[in-house]
T-cell receptor
Framework: AQTVTQSQPEMSVQEAETVTLSCTYDTSESDYYLFWYKQPPSRQMILVIRQEAYKQQNATENRFSVNFQKAAKSFSLKISDSQLGDAAMYFCAKVGSYNQGGKLIFGQGTELSVKP | KAGVTQTPRYLIKTRGQQVTLSCSPISGHRSVSWYQQTPGQGLQFLFEYFSETQRNKGNFPGRFSGRQFSNSRSEMNVSTLELGDSALYLC?????????????FGQGTRLTVV
């Protein structure tokens, strides 16, 4: 079975500093997509960043970037210049091949707190 | 453009009853997937509908079912509710799935079974 593992249930960062959230996954597929989602207290799931497995270049979105290590099946999220609004639950997720396109497998989540 | 709309937002039901939740996707989106979120089990995939056909199914008992209409709106039904069905139910819509198009989530339906 495909699994996504986030080993850090909670993380804390000082405002303006950098934090890295870890994620590992298990798959036998060569083509898949990886995501980081943010879920604030409102419970609205918001896409932070996504990575296509066949692209070697790490994805970046403003202050958010990933370190994608395909061979190691690792997909960490780096948040630079952390802001108070970054405080939320962060989920790592994976989707497989085309016919599994609507089936997102989530990790357990990492709750990020940002200290002023 | 309007986002993904889930109704109702909150629901309280009694054990043994049945419930229907609705998800209206973004216009033009053909894929709707459903997820159950609980503190103990996290986010779990229920099923996905694509162009009115169930394309994927998670590991939930047969009490959980769904359907999709020609306008892509989707409903999920839970029969014979159990206390453990209390959860936040999220739906997501996309044009074809998460893999090559952006998907958007609704705000969820909070179901409480008493």
């Amino acid at each position: 079975a495909q699994t996504v593992t986030q080993s850090q249930p909670e993380m804390s960062v000082q405002e303006a500093e950098t934090v890295t959230l870890s994620c590992t996954y298990d798959t036998s597929e060569s083509d898949y997509y990886l995501f980081w989602y943010k879920q604030p207290p409102s419970r609205q799931m918001i896409l932070v960043i996504r990575q296509e497995a066949y692209k070697q270049q790490n994805a970046t979105e403003n202050r958010f970037s990933v370190n994608f290590q395909k061979a190691a099946k690792s997909f960490s999220l780096k948040i630079s210049d952390s802001q108070l609004g970054d405080a939320a639950m962060y989920f790592c997720a994976k989707v497989g091949s085309y016919n599994q396109g609507g089936k997102l497998i989530f990790g357990q989540g990492t709750e990020l707190s940002v200290k002023p | 453009k309007a986002g993904v709309t889930q109704t109702p937002r909150y629901l309280i039901k009694t054990r043994g009853q049945q419930v229907t939740l609705s998800c209206s996707p973004i216009s033009g989106h053909r894929s709707v997937s459903w997820y159950q979120q609980t503190p103990g089990q996290g986010l779990q995939f229920l099923f996905e509908y694509f162009s009115e056909t169930q394309r994927n199914k998670g590991n939930f008992p047969g009490r959980f079912s769904g359907r999709q209409f020609s306008n892509s709106r989707s409903e999920m039904n839970v029969s014979t509710l159990e206390l453990g069905d209390s959860a936040l139910y999220l739906c997501a819509s996309s044009s074809e799935g998460f893999h090559n198009t952006e998907a958007f989530f609704g705000q969820g339906t909070r179901l409480t079974v008493v």
